[in-house]
Structure formats: C-alpha cells, structure tokens
C-alpha cells in the first residue's frame, strides 16, 4: 500500500541526507559564531520549526537555552499568508541580556517573522539572529535580515520536516513540493 502522503507528494525537493549534511553546516556555522557565548538561547517557532530546532540543536556544542513561541499569520485562506500576525503562545524565558537565535521552518512573505522579531526586539535581548531551514525570497513582501539560511527554494507549496499540509506530514524525514491537483482535497 502507498504511504498516505504519496498522491499528495510531486517530487522529493531535499531528501534527508541533504537536509542532515546542510544541518550540520550550519551548526558548525553557529559554534563558530557564537563560541564565546555564554547565554545563547534557541527559539523555536512552532510548529514548522520543531524537526529542524531538534537537529540542529545537536549540532551545537555550545551550551544552550531552548525555548518555543507559536506565531500565526491570519486572514486569508488557509494556505495564504496575510499582514496580520498574532502570537498564539509565548515564550516562558526572558530574553533581556539573551543572545536569542530564532529557529523557523520557512519564511515566505516574512510577515510572520517581522512580527515576532519585532515583539522579541522590544524585550531588548542582548542580540537577535535568524535562522530558517528554507527561505523563498521570491515571496518576500517585507525586508528581512536572515542570518542562516539552510536552502533557497522556488515559490512552490512544500511539506515534510517539521512542514505541515492541513497540519499532517511534519514527520517526514524529507521535505517535498506537494502536488497542487490533489490539494484542494488535502
Ligand atoms: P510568512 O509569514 O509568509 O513568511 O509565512 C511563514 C509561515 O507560513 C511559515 O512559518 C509556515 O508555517 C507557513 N508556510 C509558508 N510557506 C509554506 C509552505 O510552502 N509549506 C508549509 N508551510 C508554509
Ligand atoms: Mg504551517
């Protein structure tokens, strides 16, 4: 029998061994950068970044914080992105005198980021950097610096590690581009 994610999948777009060499990349990347860091603190943006901040957090050798908040754009329909962004569930640390690195599945138009950087930045950390698995910059529709970027994608819908399609598949060892035909029945 086909796994039940197989007539929504169009094709494999990172397996995981690209995704796992790519992680360690930047985990290596992170130790260099943050070396001497005594308070650095992973923020994991739920839910999309949960697969990705359990990785990579075991590539960091530098001791560490971690921590989740859940951020959710609304407004339009289901699989679109609108300006208007609300934090669903907030963080527990203070971030005052923190180096916070915030962890994300995806950015697309970036409005969802823009929000919660901006909510984090008020609460004056004693840095704030960026970090997300993928990134489709041809959607941006507002500025972002990204510090660490796993992989520039095309403007396609994509599912898999830690990505949902109507909250399913995050558990996929993969991330694919879903086939658009069958979606509308997702
Ligand atoms: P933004 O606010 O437009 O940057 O949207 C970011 C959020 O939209 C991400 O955290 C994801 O939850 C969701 N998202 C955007 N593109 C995709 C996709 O291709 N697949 C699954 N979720 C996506
Ligand atoms: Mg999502």
Redesign the pocket.
């Known amino acids: 029998m086909p796994a039940a994610y197989q007539k929504y999948l169009a094709e494999v777009l990172i397996d995981e061994a690209a995704l796992q060499a790519r992680i360690t990349q930047l985990g290596e990347q992170i130790n260099r950068d943050y070396a001497e860091c005594a308070d650095l603190l992973l923020l994991c943006?739920l839910?999309?970044?949960v697969m990705f901040l359990t990785d990579l957090s075991r590539h960091i050798h530098v001791p560490h914080m971690i921590d989740f908040m859940a951020a959710?754009?609304y407004g339009v329909g289901a699989?679109k992105?609108a300006g208007s962004?609300r934090i669903d569930m907030d963080l527990t640390m203070d971030v005052r005198g923190k180096h916070v690195l915030v962890v994300?599945?995806?950015?697309?138009?970036?409005?969802?980021?823009?929000f919660v950087l901006k909510t984090l930045r008020s609460r004056q950390p004693a840095s704030l950097r960026l970090c997300a698995l993928?990134n489709?910059q041809s959607?941006r529709?507002v500025a972002l610096d990204v510090d660490y970027i796993g992989f520039e994608i095309e403007n396609?819908?994509?599912?898999g590690y830690g990505?949902?399609?109507d909250e399913r598949f995050r558990n996929l060892r993969f991330v694919a581009v879903?086939n658009t035909a069958a979606l509308t029945d997702a």
């Open positions: 943006i839910k999309g970044g959710s754009s699989r992105t962004v994300e599945d995806i950015i697309d138009s970036g409005h969802t980021l823009a993928l489709k959607r529709e396609k819908f994509v599912f990505l949902d399609l879903a």
